[in-house]
């Protein structure tokens, strides 16, 4: 199957009455008769924490869609980082990261500091990545395939390369780009996650993770420290993502498309001193965007704003359509002032190496007609 049909049918549920769509099991147990019965995969099917079958049509999908061998689901995307990091790291174990990347996985990882795991960052950049790499000789290394909130684009295949010929093991964080732009497995990387939050789920109104695996020895140790942590999926986010995932292919394709209108309208507006957008030849790893993405370059535009913070306050103020918030990947449009949000955890010294100032803005883009949402930013800019 080609991978837009596999977003719609890329599992293997076929259910008993004939419906068309995989039930939900609204248990916390299953009967056990001396011997625990098995889910597909071989696991013990006895407890809502650690098994669920409405989980398993989802994690399929995503599978197939990463080019894994499987995955899991999590009630949140800091849930999966959580359960993924603490599987493969241990004390005196080092991890390489970007300064900039969202700002709860910084936290999380500068957290991990206190039981002996070393962590060390670097520029978003591919060859200063590539440097800190051979320096640190890392133990696991971690990456965003569009680094949140500037968007900027390193060269995954070439990272990944550099980390396996020194025996690192790879993290990447797919959620800007989904598995519609690429496929981190299918160069290398050994664990790709996501928050389903964000487009997979598609609409604003589920809270979740998921983590795909290259291989299946990884899966045992994983799936134990989700049952241990108690951060799986519950049975109706499960439904409800993969109600999502079904139509994820069109959705991102016209928010993608979408992005570009609004990126190439806000770089001739007189109220924005820069636009931030791979699509956009001027950002710096437009190349790298284009051969890695091909036409697509998500559906995120930062930009920055002319007179700084007081201005960016009543940007948000007299939005109409865009709705001021947090998050990204739904159906509607949402504005956010990442030095406020996602980008707050990040040290101020940091912030502003990398040009996380109170100029900018991040637009996610969702599933309205690309002339208002021009229309709403230039009456919210000229205000």
Avoid at 50 to 63: H, Q, S, W
Avoid at 92 to 119: C, F, H, I, N, Q
Avoid at 233 to 256: I, S
Avoid at 259 to 288: C, D, R, T, W
Wanted: glycine share 8%; with cysteine.
């Amino acid at each position: 199957m080609r991978r837009a049909t596999l977003a719609v049918r890329g599992y293997k549920y076929s259910d008993p009455h004939g419906a068309l769509q995989p039930p939900i099991y609204v248990t916390a147990l299953f009967r056990m008769e001396g011997e625990a019965l098995k889910s597909d995969r071989g696991f013990d099917l006895k407890y809502s924490r650690e098994e669920n079958p409405t989980l398993r049509p989802l994690e399929e999908v995503i599978a197939n869609l990463e080019h894994g061998v499987d995955s899991l689901a999590f009630n949140s995307g800091m849930a999966a980082l959580s359960a993924v990091f603490l599987s493969l790291l241990s004390a005196d174990a080092s991890v390489l990261t970007t300064m900039e990347a969202y700002g709860a996985t910084l936290r999380l990882l500068d957290a991990l500091e206190k039981y002996g795991v070393r962590l060390r960052k670097t520029y978003p950049d591919t060859d200063d990545y590539i440097e800190a790499l051979k320096a640190v000789k890392p133990t696991l290394v971690f990456f965003e395939t569009i680094t949140n909130p500037l968007l900027k684009v390193l060269d995954g295949p070439e990272i990944i390369k550099a980390a396996k010929d020194l025996g690192a093991v790879v993290v990447v964080d797919n959620t800007f780009a989904t598995p519609v732009l690429t496929t981190p497995i299918s160069y290398g990387a050994d664990i790709v996650v996501h928050s389903t939050t964000k487009y997979i789920g598609g609409h604003n109104d589920v809270v979740g993770g998921v983590a795909v695996i290259s291989r299946h020895e990884l899966l045992e140790e994983l799936w134990i420290w989700r049952a241990m942590l108690g951060g799986i999926m519950q049975p109706f986010e499960a439904y409800l993502t993969l109600r999502g995932v079904k139509t994820l292919f069109v959705r991102f394709e016209r928010q993608c498309k979408t992005a570009m209108e609004v990126a190439q309208f806000l770089e001739g507006h007189g109220k924005v001193s820069e636009v931030i957008y791979p699509g956009l030849p001027s950002h710096p790893h437009h190349s790298i965007a284009k051969r890695l993405f091909g036409d697509g370059f998500g559906a995120v535009v930062s930009f920055r704003l002319k007179g700084g913070r007081d201005a960016a306050i009543k940007f948000f103020k007299a939005l109409r359509l865009i709705t001021p918030g947090p998050s990204l990947g739904g159906v509607e449009s949402i504005a956010t002032y990442p030095i406020a949000s996602a980008a707050s955890p990040i040290p101020d010294e940091e912030k502003k190496i990398l040009g996380i100032t109170e100029d900018l803005v991040r637009l996610s883009v969702g599933l309205e007609d690309a002339q208002d949402l021009i229309e709403d930013l230039d009456r919210a800019l000229n205000s």
